[in-house]
């Protein structure tokens, strides 16, 4: 009865966060006054942009006019509803704790969208040289909206923060570049930092199906002027999603069949398939430099759609300006969770307790509040690191942590073994010289899936999902550890080296790094959920897309049969491996619907017909002299 209580659960939270992806955190209700309402006041406003274009805020400000009060910017483009002076939402800011203690808050469609003029441009370019009222981007109109503020809200005490979670975390981000002097603390959750790399429709430079389609079929449609109206959801033919996106065929079938030409986005997305300036130019990392406000920049380990992005945030900004109040957090959570009352449960992974309601209370609540009205120093930590095999809270004074001893490689074997450092074999009666690989043919008529169940859209339990489905399967190489005699901690990136050959033009590898319980069942681990014996639980995995692996910029024909070295670098984990788990690695070629098929022949794959996808041969290499692993860099479990 439990678990069947708990699955009930995990699909009413799988239909929140329907709702979460296109509101995060601003709650609002059908119109009715409540607590909002009873301590603040609400106005509306066109805030003048240096370029003439008025942008839609609405400013709540506290209706105790005794004293002053910093702002608490929250910049969006899916709307700041409910419209209209006399609506208020259930919720201001990013917790009740902030509500509760009062700030100006003010929420502003972003330029282009739902009320504000202008038009509309995805993850706007940054420009870092302004010649003139017209070059404007997000960190002009986060300035120019801070300083129309400070001089038009009564009762301000001159000091702003913003927030924001997945694309207004892009805001947050980009509003601390060269920002306005009052801008003293920033919280960029969940950024988009790079779409092409690592966030939301492109992993190193494989194209993220599932979710390009099922957010921009709504989101991507055009406005006809300044609206409340959101846009209508796409109605799918079926909740099948892997039959849908491999009904619909190749990437140039999806506008004849569905889109209509209506999407400008993916119209973009379909010209432009390699890491050119359409993509540099949205890469917002390499713009983070000389950051004046402290920084407090928030991810999910859980996190299917800007996993890369927070960590990058953090990254940059560490290395630009060494001398900026920046802090991590990473906790155990999917996209957005942090914003919830109680996150217990990712699928069957039981992920803690109230760490959500931790994080607001310990650790976001004490960073404003010292920046933006003088409280005690809380002294967070450098990095608040969840471990999600021990289900605890770490504090680093850096991040990724110095290593203990060098990162290590589990090589992988023949005989599906996955072993430390060295495999020491090759083929038998075999010559010096030989190879030892293994192979598996990749059919894009039958590609893997990448869960058990394919909804229509990305399903955020996929990463952390059982992948006992998978392993069984003749395209999936499988390779395992014994049963570990000891705790295996880990901390930092995953980087994956391998030795392959395709008989094709070109190839997708993907690399899962995976959990797997013992068969034994331990209800104090698991939780009370039978279903864990055995579990193969995923920690981190990412695909590759080979034409790339001499870099995003010139994709490259593989040779049919010659044997070549693809490297790359999976975001990071903290991820202790219990005494008694197994690790193990998977390799494939498809990942369905989540990654587009490749058709293995070297084509424009935007442009790829049906006859252009064919079966092909893929072997991975492991001799001395060819070999294949992921390197690890080893933590402190304790």
């Known amino acids: 009865m439990q678990s069947h209580t708990r699955r009930i659960r995990h699909v009413i939270l799988a239909g929140l966060a329907i709702a979460v992806s296109i509101c995060f955190v601003f709650r609002q209700t059908s119109g009715f006054s409540g607590i909002v309402e009873r301590q603040y006041v609400k106005k509306e406003f066109h805030i003048p942009m240096r370029d003439g274009v008025r942008l839609f805020a609405a400013v709540y400000s506290p209706r105790d006019t005794s004293r002053s009060y910093p702002i608490m910017l929250h910049r969006t483009p899916y709307g700041i509803a409910p419209y209209g002076e006399d609506r208020y939402p259930s919720m201001l800011g990013p917790s009740m704790e902030l509500q509760s203690e009062g700030f100006i808050f003010v929420y502003q469609d972003v330029r282009g969208r739902m009320m504000s003029e202008g038009e509309f441009v995805n993850m706007t370019p940054h420009r870092p040289v302004k010649k003139g009222r017209k070059d404007i981007d997000e960190a002009s109109d986060a300035y120019d909206t801070i300083d129309w503020l400070l001089r038009n809200i009564p009762n301000n005490n001159g000091r702003v923060g913003m927030w924001g979670i997945s694309y207004p975390g892009f805001y947050a981000a980009a509003g601390m570049i060269d920002a306005h002097p009052a801008l003293k603390a920033v919280s960029p959750q969940a950024p988009i930092a790079d779409w092409f790399i690592g966030d939301d429709f492109h992993h190193n430079g494989a194209f993220f199906l599932s979710h390009a389609f099922s957010f921009l079929s709504s989101f991507g449609r055009q406005r006809q002027g300044p609206t409340t109206r959101t846009e209508p959801s796409f109605v799918f033919p079926t909740q099948d999603g892997y039959e849908f996106y491999l009904s619909m065929g190749p990437l140039s079938e999806a506008n004849r069949k569905y889109l209509k030409n209506e999407i400008s986005f993916w119209n973009d997305i379909m010209k432009h398939d390699a890491y050119d300036d359409f993509w540099q130019s949205r890469n917002i990392l390499p713009h983070l430099k000389n950051i004046g406000p402290a920084v407090m920049t928030v991810g999910g380990w859980f996190d299917a759609e800007d996993l890369f992005g927070p960590l990058g945030v953090y990254q940059s900004v560490e290395a630009s300006s060494p001398d900026a109040y920046n802090v991590l957090v990473m906790g155990p959570w999917y996209h957005g969770a942090w914003a919830h009352s109680a996150v217990n449960y990712l699928g069957e992974i039981y992920v803690g307790t109230d760490t959500s309601e931790f994080y607001r209370r310990e650790i976001e609540y004490p960073f404003f509040m010292r920046f933006l009205k003088d409280a005690k120093d809380p002294g967070l930590p450098e990095a608040y690191i969840f471990d999600t095999g021990l289900n605890e809270w770490k504090k680093e004074s850096v991040w990724p942590p110095k290593p203990q001893a060098p990162a290590r490689k589990l090589q992988l074997c023949s005989g599906g073994r996955l072993l430390w450092d060295a495999c020491g074999d090759r083929p038998k009666n075999a010559g010096v010289n030989a190879d030892a690989f293994d192979e598996y043919v990749s059919d894009p008529s039958r590609p893997v899936p990448y869960m058990n169940s394919v909804p ?62 013992p068969d034994e069942y331990d209800s104090e681990r698991y939780k009370d959920n039978p279903s864990m014996k055995g579990y193969q639980r995923l920690v981190r995995g990412e695909p590759f897309r080979g034409r790339f692996r001499n870099g995003f910029s010139r994709p490259e024909p593989f040779v049919p049969g010659r044997v070549e070295k693809i490297e790359y670098v999976m975001p990071d984990i903290a991820h202790t491996f219990r005494r008694g788990h197994r690790i193990m690695v998977q390799i494939q070629s498809s990942w369905f619907p989540l990654i587009d098929r490749n058709p293995q022949k070297f084509v424009n794959i935007r442009k790829a017909s049906a006859r252009d996808f064919q079966e092909a041969t893929q072997r991975i290499f492991h001799s001395p002299d060819r070999p294949s692993y992921i390197s690890l860099v080893f933590g402190n479990a304790d």
């Open 456 to 517: 229509t859209g990305m399903a955020r339990e996929y990463m952390v999902a059982d992948q006992r489905f998978a392993a069984g399967r003749p395209d999936v190489l499988v390779y395992s550890t014994d049963p570990l005699d000891r705790d295996v901690s880990l901390r930092g990136p995953v980087s994956v080296s391998l030795n392959v050959s395709t008989t094709g033009t070109d190839a997708d590898f993907i690399v899962k790094l995976i959990d797997v319980y």
